[in-house]
Structure formats: structure tokens, C-alpha cells
């Protein structure tokens, strides 16, 4: 197993390297699209329903994941695809529209098309087409879990073009939920929006809660959403979940025991393990217990009725501030 993994981070290591202009060039794209927009956000609000499965009690009873870690499976950009359409939708509407997408798949003059915005991880002599391959493929992907909308039949030239956007949650349709109406549309989050209390969810959804977590800009400009692994990426998200709805507990490291984590997140160990990989690019500080291993396992057990703690975690904003492909790209050699 060890030897597999080192195997799979020297891949990845090399594709980075390999297609580092590529990378650059996305990055370059959306920070194209943030200098472009009508607001240049510093912070993206994203509900943490796409990280978060339902609740039981909700959704008849559907035992489903929340999207976020259902894409983890997936090959391809559609996880990384879905958090850039949210990003470039915040940066030119307003809080509580509901966004209609104007932006073709290929370039228009000098605007940047949708497949610019991701990497053109592809060998293929056609660059452009392999482009808009690997970006119909991801669209398709968020489209069989509701998180996109694609009209046209299917073969159709255009089909994919004018595509929209639905909410985090992946929500077929306008619904009854928790009280309120959830609709299935996307609608760009406010800061202050709130969850209605609900005691099927965590304890921490409380009234008055945000029901947006915040990701800084820069995870989006300097490349981390295109260098990160989905798994890293949900990991991280569900970290900046725990911090946003626990602020006071953040400054000293948030926690979530394997029971909740599943629970709440539907996130296994082999997901949760990607924290050591954020630690390693400086996105994240591991505060560990003294009486437990690296791997989290039990060293002693201390008397006196102390309790074990888990590991626990803060996120470092200037980590997000490095060139994300060089750093995971160095990172992941030094773990080879």
C-alpha cells in the first residue's frame, strides 16, 4: 500500500509539472474573470449543503451523501468545475439573484470560455477539443447529481452551452424543507442568511448561523481549486464548515470524532486521511494530542477521567496565498 501511494503521488507530482503551463494559464483565467466582474469579492460564500448530506427526517429519508463527497469517486473536473461556476457567478451578480449563465463554452474574443477555466490536462493534438471534452464531461457529471441544468437533447451541438446552475444541495426541484422552501435554482448566497433551527441536523446548525461557508479568494486565484485532489478539497471544505459554524472553537482547532464525520459528512477515513497532504502544502495546522500517533491511533491512554482527544485543526489563510500547482507539486515529492 505504501509503495502504491508513493507511486500515485509521483503521478500526480509529474502531471502537475508536466502541465504547469496549462495550470498557469487556468489561474490566469480566473483571475481574469475576478478583475472582469461587477464585484471582486475578497471571500465566496458556499452553503454547506454541498458538503453536509441531508439530515435524517429529510429528503424522504434519502440516505444520499452531499454532492461534494459523491464527486469524489469521479474522474475528471466535475467537483473543481461546480466550485469555479459558483465562483464566477458570485463575481458578477448580487446576493439573492438567481444567476443566468452568459458565458460560452469556448472563447469570444477576449473572454475567457468555460473551458478555459480549467486545466487542459490532455495529450490530445487538438488541445481546445480535448478542452471541451474534459469540460462536457464534468458538466455531465454535475448534471446526473442536479447540480447542473443542461437543456437540448441529447447529441445536440449545442446542448451544452447555456447550461444552469442548481443549488449545493443538488435539489431537483423547488422544495419543502426544514420549514422553508429550498429551491432548486441556484441563487447567489448573502453573508447573513440563516438556517431555520432544525434538531434532525448537527448540533452546531443553530439559529442564527450563516449557512454559507467562506472560502478566501485566493483559493480560487492562485490555482487551489484546479491543484487540489477532490478528496483534499472536500476535506478542506468540511474543515472550513466546522470553523464557520464554531468560531470561538476555531481559534484554538476544530474537531470531528469518526462518528459525526460520517454522520454529518458522509466523509470515510480514507478521505479524512487527505488533511495530512493539506498540512503538508500549509493550507492547514494539525494540533495534535500528545497521547496519540501521527496516524491518529492511541499512544496511552491518560488517567484521572482525561478524555482522548482527536486531532484537531486550523485552517492558515497565507497558506492559500502560495502558487497552489508548485506548492502541492514540491509537497507531494517531498512525501514520494
Known sequence: ?????????????????????????????????????????????????????????????????????????????????????????????????????????????????????????TATADVRAGMRRQTIRALTQLARHNLVEIKGRIGSPDRYEGFRLRNEAGTPSTVWRSGYWVPGRYTIPALDDRERIDPSRSPAAKDGQAEALLLPASFFLQGWVHALSAAEIVTYLMIRDLETRYPASSKRGIFVTEPNRTAWYGIGRDVYESHRQLAAYGLIERLDDPNRREDGTILRRPGSGVFLQPHRFRTLAQGLDKPAAKTVAAALRATC
Open 1 to 121: 500500500m505504501g509503495k502504491r501511494e508513493d507511486d500515485r503521488r509521483h503521478l500526480r507530482a509529474a502531471n502537475l509539472q508536466r502541465y504547469a503551463h496549462r495550470y498557469a494559464e487556468a489561474c490566469l483565467a480566473l483571475n481574469q474573470v475576478h478583475s472582469e466582474g461587477k464585484r471582486q469579492r475578497s471571500q465566496f460564500l458556499i452553503r454547506r449543503s454541498l458538503v453536509q448530506r441531508p439530515a435524517a427526517g429529510e429528503a424522504d429519508q434519502d440516505p444520499r451523501p452531499a454532492p461534494a463527497p459523491a464527486l469524489i469517486t469521479q474522474k475528471g473536473w466535475a467537483l473543481h468545475f461546480y466550485l469555479i461556476a459558483l465562483f464566477e457567478a458570485q463575481t458578477r451578480s448580487t446576493p439573492g439573484t438567481e444567476v443566468r449563465n452568459t458565458r460560452t463554452l469556448d472563447r469570444t474574443g477576449e473572454r475567457c470560455g468555460w473551458i478555459d477555466l480549467v486545466p487542459a490536462t
